[in-house]
């Protein structure tokens, strides 16, 4: 079992900064993928950016250029570095984990950002 917790969102004007962490606990060893995924209101949940167990990363194409994903393995934490943010990037974010030879999925609550114009 893998827990994830979000934190940072909040609200932010346009063009203003936020990074979003995920810190993991209990089978972190097991982890093979953390990603970051988002949905607006009325909308699909979209992929943003991931990040793999050899450390290679992956971002959408609408973040490109402004979203960074990195981790810290000494506190087992992901973050979503966000710059230049657009009132487009407005939704709840969560942070999922693949993990095991199963590919299990784990979610976090999820984080809101909301990015006034």
């Known amino acids: 079992q893998v827990q994830l917790v979000e934190s940072g969102g909040g609200l932010v004007q346009a063009g203003g900064s936020l990074r979003l962490s995920c810190a993991a606990s209990?089978?972190?060893?097991?982890?093979?993928?953390v990603a970051w995924y988002r949905q607006a209101p009325g909308k699909q949940r979209e992929l943003v950016a991931k990040i793999t167990r050899g450390g290679m990363t992956s971002l959408a194409d609408p973040v490109k250029g402004r979203f960074t994903i990195s981790r810290d393995n000494a506190k087992n934490t992901v973050y979503l570095q966000m710059n230049s943010l657009k009132p487009e990037d407005t939704g709840v974010y969560c942070c999922n984990a693949v993990a095991d030879r199963w590919s299990n999925n784990y979610w976090g609550q999820g984080t809101q950002v909301t990015v006034s114009s």
């Open positions: 209990g089978s972190i060893f097991s982890i093979n993928v």
